[in-house]
């Protein structure tokens, strides 16, 4: 009934092809990037500031980040240890390492969600702000030690390269991350990082720079910006060829991730207008082996927003204190047929999969806003927990993406078949 080609297969061989021949999006991952790793494996300086604490416990800082146009920066932190401390015979808790989006800062509730959830966490500003909020200035209160502005979609991508703001930002997570590590009661072997919009884009940078995280999910953000349909694909190609090989060899998230190892769990909505699911999918493609997608249907870009999908912390769960982990996708296939497109999906779970959501669009005209129509496959209980699950939908289905639910409402997902795009390959 189906091609023995799946999705995953075609886009295993698009990935080799784009290494062999050096296309934009996917060159050869740098060893370790443009910064010297030794210093950001190293405990920065820092000095607890408790005239920023807030309540619940958690703690600011500031911490050492690297100079800034010869003069030295600071970064500022919230830090915050979960109530229950380390049991008796424990190494430690998990800790986390949580990124904020564009314009955003370090997010003290955030820290203390994870706090609540068992996990140590270190939230820090990258744009050289304190988290608070000025009225008049429209925007978070700069502190004196900061180092270059956010810059965005790379406007300073011609500046020298230590002089540019994702430099900085890499940086300065690595360094947060050295310091989380090294904090009394943390456990230094079970650590993830958590990105959200802006922040994911680093931390896919951060993940292919830093071997010590065990977990990493990027919320929103992805990689491929030569192909994203988002102005941040616009600015792409409104560069000289010159400016995007810079970018391509700097900061392209893509060619991070080749050097991913770790389990990475990828959260998405089905219509964001800064990174649609066309090269959000190509970027989990990247590491589809050691990860899961889950796509939320209509889930809007923000950061309270991006705080809310259980799977998150299932996930985190899953790999750091060996709880029961997200169901993965075995196999998808699908054949785009007179009559229609018939797809099928096999899955493995901890738990029963008790339905399946088909979502597909026949119109992808606006590839950043599609119109959603969805099918619903019900999974019989005998199905056990490797179902096969089957769907025909319309012939004139231009794109298609599935959801798998499980018994505790936990999403996994087949990333975006874009079919309309594939036939104009």
């Given at each position: ?85 380390t049991a008796a015979g424990e190494a430690g808790v998990p800790a986390v390492v949580l990124v904020h989006g564009g314009a955003g800062t370090a997010y003290v509730d955030w ?102 995280y065990r977990f990493a999910i990027p919320v929103y953000g992805s990689g491929f910006v030569a192909e994203s349909e988002s102005y941040f694909g616009d600015a792409y190609r ?188």
């Amino acid at each position: 009934m189906f091609s023995k080609v799946a999705v995953s297969a075609v886009a295993a061989l698009i990935a080799a092809a784009l290494l062999i021949l050096g296309l934009p999006g996917c060159g050869t991952a740098p060893d370790s990037g443009p910064w010297e790793r030794k210093r950001l494996m190293e405990i920065p300086a820092f000095a607890y500031a408790p005239e920023h604490d807030a309540a619940d416990g958690v703690r600011a800082l500031f911490y050492e980040g690297l100079p800034y146009e010869d003069k030295p920066t600071k970064v500022f932190a919230y830090v915050g240890m979960p109530e229950s401390g380390t049991a008796a015979g424990e190494a430690g808790v998990p800790a986390v390492v949580l990124v904020h989006g564009g314009a955003g800062t370090a997010y003290v509730d955030w820290v203390r969600e994870w706090n609540r959830r068992g996990y140590a966490a270190i939230a820090m500003d990258l744009e050289g702000h304190l988290p608070e909020w000025d009225e008049q200035a429209g925007g978070y209160k700069p502190h004196e030690w900061g180092g270059p502005a956010n810059q965005p979609v790379w406007k300073d991508i011609d500046r020298p390269e230590r002089e540019q703001w994702t430099y900085h930002a890499v940086a300065d997570i690595a360094l947060a991350h050295s310091l989380l590590r090294s904090l009394p009661g943390v456990d230094p072997q079970r650590t993830g990082i958590v990105g959200v919009s802006w922040g994911a884009v680093l931390t896919e940078i951060a993940v292919g720079t830093d071997e010590r995280y065990r977990f990493a999910i990027p919320v929103y953000g992805s990689g491929f910006v030569a192909e994203s349909e988002s102005y941040f694909g616009d600015a792409y190609r409104s560069w000289p060829e010159e400016t995007r090989a810079r970018f391509e060899r700097l900061w392209e998230p893509s060619v991070y991730l080749q050097r991913a190892k770790l389990p990475m769990l990828w959260v998405n909505g089905d219509n964001d207008a800064h990174f649609p699911l066309t090269v959000f999918t190509k970027s989990y493609e990247v590491v589809k082996d050691n990860a899961v997608l889950s796509i939320h249907p209509g889930m809007p870009h923000n950061q309270e927003e991006a705080v809310r999908p259980p799977e998150i912390y299932a996930f985190a769960d899953s790999v750091v204190s060996g709880s029961a982990p997200l169901a993965r996708t075995v196999r998808h296939e699908w054949r785009d047929g007179i009559d229609g497109v018939d797809v099928s999906i096999e899955l493995d779970s901890p738990e029963p999969i008790v339905r399946a959501e088909f979502y597909y669009t026949l119109n992808v005209s606006d590839r950043l806003s599609p119109v959603w129509s969805k099918r619903v496959v019900n999974v019989p209980t005998d199905e056990g927990l490797k179902p096969r699950i089957e769907a025909a939908l319309p012939a004139k289905t231009k794109a298609y993406y599935a959801n798998a639910i499980d018994a505790r409402g936990y999403i996994v997902s087949v990333g975006l078949t874009d079919i309309a795009g594939r036939a104009n390959e």
